[in-house]
């Protein structure tokens, strides 16, 4: 009885293989059947894949889920298992196919992914043929059977049959389901022998109750995959990489652009292109036949032979140098770059022109969405890795990420051009000084660029502001107008202060520029130590005359107090107490009474001095300029408001019409608009 020379159940458990990766066992048979082809020597090699369903099984029309895959059955008309062949199945860790790559490990992924195999074989020896026929099962006695030679009779011919017997629950979700998706991966993995004209002829065949389907691999991908190929190769430490330059037909296959990483005619991993060629994100179009194309690199070599684990899953290649050892000094990253040379040189025509159509895109949407972005569009070599093609969103996004790293650059070239200045003052020879000078105007130049781009993005920013105001003012659809805390909330948001609230997230400069610098905001909070609700729309602790006066005070008085009250727009009726200038008079009275609080339970102290603005901001209706003309008030000289001072109270207090907060706003913006050319921005 034949046994295998090892612990079979502990190979198979200390093979590692992932259950994503289970096809890799199918993968292996199909090798060995093109191997053993490839020692008998014939012209007509035939490798036929047929695969079973689970009965009991429906099949969904509607889903397209078909039941799993149960059995796979690889055939072929190599030189078969004969007694050479069978002595090296059973010797584990066999050495004999080592010069193809052979690691003596690949049928111990049978007993991995499925419960077992069966071998059936006819092969010839001295003029004659034998007939040899087992099991490989994983358990302690692993060869069942009749494995001894038989003399066979009736019609001879070369025959090895693998079936591949049960996959196990592990597996079998992460199997293929259709036949052109079985397909598809069987090229994917064995392109480096599809390339090749000698390869076998490799079907696939769905076998069912009353019939079956099938593709001819060599015919799907040299008619519908292959559109063209060619070869190069590069050199890194000595060591020659080969690359095989496919164009893919985009329409046929769901390969992307790709870098196939193989070692011994298999595929090991596979890399996107676009990571080394960011315009590689979308189909190239070959101009003679009309068809869109994807790039596949295939890269082999026998470095890579070399580097590949037993599973053939993947190499022992450090990702990049940072994490490279004394044992290997030629990591991943060095293969995608040089890979990626390759391409760039080989497609530059096409490449060239994806390039300037991303820039032109690139230039269309800064012009017309993204002016803040006009000053890095100089940094070509940066926009380089930016993707084609890509959503305005997205493309805003990457446009930033390349303004904080131009960011980033000029803080290290400024830190090199300090370092370089105190060099250059110890030995200030002309080439030193002119370097340091090199330096510094490229580390200015970039700094200058992010200010610009910053700068742009601010005034953009209180544009949209302004037209978001304008439209909340609008009349609504249903014929009424927002109510006032939709006003409020974007002026600064309601129920909130200075301690919760930043700069960036409110827009006082709307109603006065001056009020983005305070002590101390509170946003529709009672100030009112009796807790009767008095609470003014926005007050603000601040200085108008002399702000630093605050941050040295003492003994913490204000010295300038800013109230603001905002009404809704065109709110034509006021109840008996909704006078707004008695409401905002009657605020600034309890601040000076002491009467009023922060949100934090703080008495708001003011000095004897402290100058009062209030601000009432509404729509200037008959029943407001009634309040004015009761008030005392005085016309503004553009008609769009009333100021009056008070005296007795130090107060200045102002009614501002809605339009004149645009206006005025628009205004003191104009310049910056222009200037950046933001009033040509679609929004």
């Not at 039941?67 to 066999?94: H, R, T, V, Y």
């Not at 003596?104 to 007939?131: M, P």
């Not at 008495?603 to 009432?616: E, H, P």
Request: charged fraction near 30%.
């Amino acid at each position: 009885m034949a046994f295998i020379s090892t612990d079979v159940v502990g190979k198979v458990n200390n093979t590692k293989i992932k259950p994503s990766q289970g096809f890799i066992a199918v993968f292996e048979a199909i090798a060995n059947s093109i191997h053993s082809i490839e020692d008998a020597a014939i012209s007509d090699g035939k490798i036929e894949i047929e695969f079973t369903r689970q009965p009991g099984w429906l099949f969904n029309s509607q889903s397209g889920e078909a039941a799993p895959i149960q059995n796979i059955k690889i055939i072929d008309n190599g030189i078969g298992f004969n007694n050479e062949n069978f002595l090296s199945f059973l010797n584990s860790d066999s050495t004999y196919k080592v010069a193809r790559g052979g690691k003596g490990v690949g049928r111990f992924s049978w007993l991995k992914v499925f419960n077992f195999a069966e071998i059936k074989s006819t092969f010839q020896d001295n003029g004659q043929f034998y007939h040899r026929e087992f099991q490989f099962e994983n358990n302690k006695n692993s060869i069942t059977g009749t494995p001894d030679k038989l003399k066979v009779s009736g019609e001879k011919q070369l025959r090895t049959e693998i079936t591949l017997h049960n996959v196990k629950p592990d597996f079998i979700s992460k199997f293929p389901l259709t036949l052109s998706e079985f397909a598809d991966k069987i090229i994917e993995h064995h392109i480096a022998y599809l390339v090749e004209d000698s390869c076998p002829q490799i079907i696939v065949r769905e076998i069912k109750a009353d019939s079956s389907d099938e593709i001819q691999l060599n015919n799907r991908f040299k008619h519908d995959f292959l559109l063209s190929s060619d070869a190069d190769s590069y050199t890194i430490n000595n060591y020659i990489f080969n690359v095989a330059l496919l164009k893919i037909k985009a329409n046929d296959s769901n390969v992307k652009h790709s870098i196939f990483y193989s070692a011994h005619n298999r595929v090991v991993t596979v890399t996107s292109l676009s990571q080394e060629i960011p315009d590689l994100s979308v189909k190239l179009l070959d101009s003679e036949s009309g068809y869109e194309y994807n790039i596949v690199a295939l890269i082999s070599g026998i470095y890579l032979d070399y580097n590949v684990n037993v599973e053939r899953t993947r190499f022992y290649l450090p990702t990049s140098k940072k994490k490279s050892d004394v044992f290997s000094d030629i990591t991943m990253a060095d293969l995608d770059k040089k890979t990626g040379e390759v391409v760039r040189n080989y497609f530059e025509p096409e490449l060239e022109a994806l390039r300037a159509n991303k820039l032109e895109r690139i230039d269309d949407y800064v012009s017309n969405y993204g002016p803040q972005f006009r000053p890095i569009m100089e940094y070509q070599e940066k926009l380089d890795s930016i993707q084609p093609d890509l959503p305005n969103d997205k493309l805003a996004m990457e446009l930033y990420r390349i303004r904080h790293e131009i960011s980033m650059d000029a803080i290290t070239d400024f830190n090199e051009v300090i370092e370089l200045g105190k060099l250059s003052g110890l030995n200030a020879s002309p080439e030193k000084i002119q370097e340091f000078k090199d330096k510094f105007a490229d580390a200015a130049k970039k700094i200058t660029s992010i200010g610009k781009s910053e700068l742009v993005d601010y005034v953009l920013q209180r544009r949209l502001i302004i037209e978001l105001f304008e439209d909340i003012l609008g009349r609504r659809a249903d014929g009424e107008y927002e109510w006032e805390e939709d006003v409020h909330n974007l002026i600064f948001p309601k129920q909130s202060s200075s301690d919760t609230i930043g700069e960036a997230e409110q827009n006082l400069w709307l109603v006065d520029e001056r009020l983005a610098y305070h002590k101390f905001l509170a946003s529709d909070q009672s100030i009112d130590k009796t807790k009767d609700g008095r609470r003014p729309d926005i007050l603000v602790g601040k200085g108008f005359e002399n702000s630093k006066l605050y941050a040295d005070s003492s003994d913490g008085n204000y010295n300038s107090l800013v109230v603001i009250e905002f009404k809704r727009p065109m709110r034509k009726g006021y109840a008996k107490d909704d006078d707004p200038i008695a409401q905002v008079t009657n605020y600034i009275i309890q601040i000076r009474e002491g009467k009023a609080e922060t949100p934090k339970g703080r008495t708001i102290k003011v000095s004897d001095n402290c100058r009062f603005y209030a601000y009432v901001i509404c729509d200037i209706t008959p029943k407001i300029e009634y309040y004015m003309a009761f008030h005392g008030f005085t016309k503004m000289p553009d008609e769009q408001g009333y100021f009056k001072p008070n005296p007795a109270l130090n107060a200045h207090i102002e009614v501002i019409s809605y339009d004149k907060i645009v206006s005025d706003s628009i205004k003191r913006n104009r310049i910056f608009f222009d200037k950046l050319g933001i009033n040509k921005i679609n929004f």
